[in-house]
DNA sequence: TTTAAAAAAGGACATTTGTCTCGGTTGATA
DNA sequence: TATCAACCGAGACAAATGTCCTTTTTTAAA
């Protein structure tokens, strides 16, 4: 659920270091700001170097759908670059975010100009439609209440952990039906060690860490 | 819904009928056929030149997720060649398929020295990865009934028509849900034009076909 | 510390979806 | 044509989920 890619975060940090005059930048992201806008047109690609970004689409219902939650090397940006599109989903910081900004025509370069860089992309790509597909369908056939034990699994092996709002959103249900799942998973026993105390615990504060920053 | 790509067709067809000594041939698959499965390891690339097949996944409880319908052009295996992983999806013929059947190490060849294919394929996964989140997202969020009726009507434009059964395992429920669903849009009215009526009809005979195939 | 306001959790009910089953329909065969 | 079998559709009930509203908890201020 965490996606990151360390593999095109080295190639363009790399990169940089080796190219002085190359028109990349650094730039800093609060904890909840929206840094891309659904709909919108835009000329930048964005690589995470550092923080948590959860990148989601806003359906005409005013529900939200978190697509994924990207961490360290993962890219934001380059669909629209390769269709030539307005952006597909918002992208916001939830926690404190760096990210490198790579101009379209750079970015057009180095595909055209680097196998290397092109097979790195080509890996990304692949990777997102197997996460994609494979998450569709997963919650689509499975109970709610095992893929909320995974997803909370998955927070503990990563060491990271969400506001319940997003949790929702990434499971494509209300928080209510969230709440549920959650008492009867814990309930049941097994998550009631210290570690997964902290995680929910987190939870509400993320919550509160949003609303401070916006 | 039903995916083509007939860039990437012609791009095969070009380049097959410019290069005689190359190592594609040409398929045949009976509607029903699985021409690729799940888990197992495969070494070629498959391009659709005529038919609709499904691409799927099994999970484990037995269910199936149609990821997508795939028409002419729409390529199969590359996935598991870019990743060199074994297949994600199983594949089968809805029609009577016919496909070129490309060497993996030829299809690597191609992103190493065209830069047309490298950049036809880009366009392809970008598409993939737009149309797999827009459709996580609509059918997490929207009710059946609206996923539904956008099935018919797509159903309706492109002159095609899917079995009861796969039109059930694309929108993730049971038949019977289904069923329910397609009531509740005929009785509120909209759908009883001969035209729905065919596509209706000929979906039940798909069931047929399928059974006589195999 | 007490109190008021805000937010999160949970109860109650309605709606949706799945499972199991039965009855009717269709098609094949004698 | 009569009969059987397979299949499809739908009824009945159970389980899951959403919405709305009340209760509980948390936060902030006096």
């Given amino acids: 659920?965490?996606?990151?890619?360390l593999t095109f975060l080295s190639f363009i940090e790399r990169f940089c270091a080796?190219?002085?005059?190359?028109?990349?930048?650094?730039?800093?992201?609060?904890?909840g700001y929206r840094f891309i806008e659904q709909g919108e047109k835009?000329?930048?690609?964005?690589?995470i170097k550092d923080g948590i970004s959860k990148c989601f689409i806003?359906?005409?219902?005013?529900?939200?759908?978190?697509?994924?939650?990207?961490?360290?090397?993962?890219?934001?940006?380059?669909?629209?670059a390769i269709k030539k599109m307005d952006c597909l989903c918002n992208v916001a910081a939830i926690s404190e975010v760096t990210a490198y900004v790579i101009p379209d025509s750079l970015f057009h370069l180095l595909i055209s100009k680097s196998s290397e860089f092109t097979t790195i992309l080509l890996q990304e790509l692949s990777t997102r439609i197997i996460q994609t597909s494979t998450r569709a369908s997963f919650q689509q056939l499975y109970t709610l209440e095992y893929a909320l034990l995974k997803l909370l699994k998955l927070q503990a092996d990563e060491h990271i952990s969400i506001s319940k709002e997003d949790m929702?959103?990434?499971?494509?249900?209300?928080?209510?039906?969230?709440?549920?799942?959650l008492k009867q998973v814990t309930d049941k026993g097994g998550f009631d060690t210290p570690e997964f105390k902290n995680i929910l615990q987190l939870s509400n504060m993320k919550k509160l860490l949003e609303r401070l920053k916006t």
């Fill in 1 to 5: 659920m965490l996606r990151t890619n």
């Fill in 18 to 31: 080796e190219n002085d005059e190359v028109n990349i930048t650094l730039k800093n992201f609060k904890a």
């Fill in 168 to 181: 929702a959103a990434y499971l494509g249900i209300s928080v209510r039906s969230f709440n549920r799942s």
């Fill in 42 to 47: 835009i000329s930048n690609i964005y690589v």
């Fill in 58 to 80: 806003s359906e005409e219902n005013g529900k939200d759908f978190i697509i994924e939650f990207l961490g360290k090397g993962e890219v934001v940006g380059e669909l629209e």
